[in-house]
């Protein structure tokens, strides 16, 4: 007899809830904003400017992962960790997470004397409107284009102006950013390797000298990476590695 009445008082109880739930005060509603894409004549020139500028600018936004990663010290910063984590042999310790968001707080500073260049020349003035978009792109490339010629070889870059068969410019200023950014990606490349190089051979005599001790006593079935893990940890922890490796990426941009 109880089992019945148990389902019935439930079914009791809902219809009584959803019941009340009618006559209660209803909570105050948050306004939805609404956003309407509209396609249309425009009836001044000038709106089809500003809608061009818009995309523009979405299409810029899309692309500006490739600028952080091609245009800045982030290239150089996370090729040197990675290379770090690789000589320690520690797997995926530390993660890629933190290695990318590691990278990203150095580019960051870094990077931050550029930045705050390009916001007193062309941001701060462009919104203040003393100045037109465009020139407030030209005036914001200045900063940029200065530390990627501090930072390319020049080797590198008359590759690509030759490959291109483009001039040597006169001035750094007017040095194409279409012929700068490559050399400039390339240089990082061959300063990280250089900088990775000298990180790993202290490992790898490290690695050398247990395996010649372990082939000494006959342990050939121990494999020497097991073995040579806790000193190549203690030697890093001793000589305070991520404070010199992190020491030394700032330092090279100085």
Known sequence: MKRKILPALLVCLVVALLCGSG?????PTIPIPDINLQVGTAEDPE????????LLLISVMSLAPAFVILMTSFTRIVIVL??????????QIPPNQVVIGLALF????VMSPVLGEINDQALTPYRAE????????????????????N?????????????ARLDSPEERAHTP???????????????AFQMGF???VPFLIIDMVVASILMSMGMFMLPPVIVSLPFKILLFILVDGWHLVVQSLVQSYA
């Open 82 to 91: 990675g290379f770090v984590r690789n000589a320690l042999a520690t797997q």
């Open 151 to 163: 930072n390319t070889r020049e080797k590198d870059l008359a590759l690509f102006l030759e490959v």
């Open 47 to 54: 709106q089809l400017v500003g809608t061009l500028q818009l």
């Open 177 to 191: 950013m279409g012929a700068l950014v490559p050399a400039f990606v390339i240089s990082e490349l061959k300063t």
């Open 198 to 200: 000298i990180i790993f």
């Open 23 to 27: 006559t209660a005060a209803a909570p």
């Open 106 to 109: 150095l580019t960051l500073f």
């Open 130 to 149: 003393e100045i037109s978009f465009e020139e407030g792109l030209e005036l914001g490339s200045h900063p940029l284009r200065e530390f990627m010629l």
